[in-house]
């Protein structure tokens, strides 16, 4: 490996006796960390030791897999869910847009009158139209 040719690795990371236990399987490599926030540079330096390569060079992917399945499996849910509710908040902005320039545009309401009728600030129908 040239010095400028960074490898990934892929590290498992799980909780046991109050440490952050990190396995490397790839080169069958074990470390521990105390927080999960430093178990990433922990990793890299485990490895970088056992190859006997700069840390620089090395890059890692953390897999949590074996961390609660159930955990894992709500926070993809979460995710999943939180995907679709920002892509509904989009089409109801789109929405909002369209229907505030209809009201001012096509039907000649004054932006106040835009605002009692949409139920939103007379600010916010400036921002609508604009």
């Known amino acids: 490996m040239t010095p400028t040719e960074a490898r990934t690795y892929t590290v498992q990371?799980?909780?046991?006796?109050g440490l952050w236990v990190i396995?490397?399987?790839?080169?069958?490599?074990?470390?521990?960390?105390?927080?999960?926030?430093s178990a990433a540079d922990t990793a890299r330096t485990l490895i970088a030791l056992w190859l006997?390569?700069?840390?620089?060079?090395?890059?890692?992917?953390m897999?949590?897999?074996?961390i609660d399945p159930d955990a894992l499996t709500l926070m993809n849910q979460a995710r999943a869910d939180q995907a679709?509710?920002?892509a509904i908040n989009s089409e109801a902005a789109k929405t909002w847009r369209q229907a505030a320039r209809r009201?001012?545009?096509?039907?000649?309401?004054?932006?106040?009158?835009?605002?009692i009728v949409l139920g939103v600030?007379?600010?916010r129908v400036q921002q609508l139209v604009s």
């Open 63 to 66: 897999d949590y897999s074996r």
């Open 121 to 123: 600030s007379y600010g």
């Open 103 to 115: 009201l001012v545009r096509d039907d000649h309401l004054s932006l106040r009158d835009a605002a």
């Open 84 to 86: 679709r509710a920002e």
């Open 13 to 17: 990371a799980f909780r046991d006796s």
């Open 23 to 37: 396995e490397v399987p790839e080169i069958d490599a074990v470390g521990q960390a105390r927080t999960l926030a």
């Open 52 to 61: 006997d390569v700069d840390p620089e060079t090395i890059s890692v992917e």
